[in-house]
Antibody, heavy 120, light 110 residues
Framework: QVQLVESGAGVVQPGGSLRLSCAAS????????MHWVRQAPGKGLEWVAF????????KYADSVKGRLTISRDNFKDTLYLQMNSLTIEDTAVYYC?????????????WGQGALVTVSS | QTVVTQEPSFSVSPGGTVTLTCGLN?????????PSWYQQTPGQTPRTLIY???TRSSGVPDRFSGSILGNKAALTITGAQADDESDYYC??????????FGGGTKLTVL
């Protein structure tokens, strides 16, 4: 079955950096586009970033453009989110999600989430 | 800026029917936006309910259905049950790999 397991959660000071990883299994990772979605405490879901199956195209929400970078390693079946210049507003649970593909557009499987806390 | 609108809260009686909607500040929602719906109970991971307007994800009961109603996407729950009490989010595909979520609807079953 499809599994997505995030790691790299932690506490970081404002202006600091952190890298999240998402280990994928149960499907052919290199065939699917992937997403990061976040949820601030007590708030709704916010789409953050998208990467094409081969890494050739990446898209970002305006709120994170230039500071967060999505990438992937198809040999390691792993998705990444490099987070730089973090602010308190980046405090959230970060979910990786698999794109459904096949002509449909949806996030069909989600990881359990990784909590990132930005605090001094 | 694209803003997706959802009712902040809704209430339904057990066994009743409720329709949650998903609109756009800049126009109409159509199938071209591939509307999808996600259910989340507090402290849990989101669960995909509906994608591409009206396709149920594997294992989702048929009391959940998706559609376009007027100029909005809609999620209808028919015969609501207590464990349907959750937050519901819609998401729209804007094209070019860009997505946006609505603010979510908190559904109470009482």
């Amino acid at each position: 079955q499809v599994q997505l397991v995030e790691s790299g959660a932690g506490v970081v000071q404002p202006g600091g950096s952190l890298r999240l990883s998402c280990a994928a299994s149960g499907f052919t990772f290199s065939n699917y586009n992937m997403h990061w979605v976040r949820q601030a405490p007590g708030k709704g879901l916010e789409w953050v970033a998208f990467i094409w199956f081969d890494g050739s195209s990446k898209k970002y929400a305006d709120s994170v453009k230039g500071r967060l970078t999505i990438s992937r390693d198809n040999f390691k079946d792993t998705l990444y989110l490099q987070m730089n210049s973090l602010t308190i507003e980046d405090t959230a649970v970060y979910y990786c999600a698999k794109d459904s593909g096949g002509g449909d557009c949806a996030l069909d499987y989600w990881g359990q989430g990784a909590l990132v806390t930005v605090s001094s | 800026q694209t803003v997706v609108t959802q009712e902040p809260s809704f209430s339904v009686s057990p066994g009743g029917t409720v329709t949650l909607t998903c609109g756009l500040n800049s126009g109409s929602v159509s199938t071209n936006y591939y509307p999808s719906w996600y259910q989340q109970t507090p402290g849990q991971t989101p669960r995909t309910l509906i994608y591409t307007t009206n396709t149920r994800s594997s294992g989702v009961p048929d009391r959940f259905s998706g559609s376009i109603l007027g100029n909005k996407a809609a999620l209808t729950i028919t015969g609501a049950q207590a464990d349907d009490e959750s937050d519901y989010y819609c998401a729209l595909f804007l094209g070019g790999g860009l997505w946006v979520f609505g603010g979510g609807t908190k559904l109470t079953v009482l």
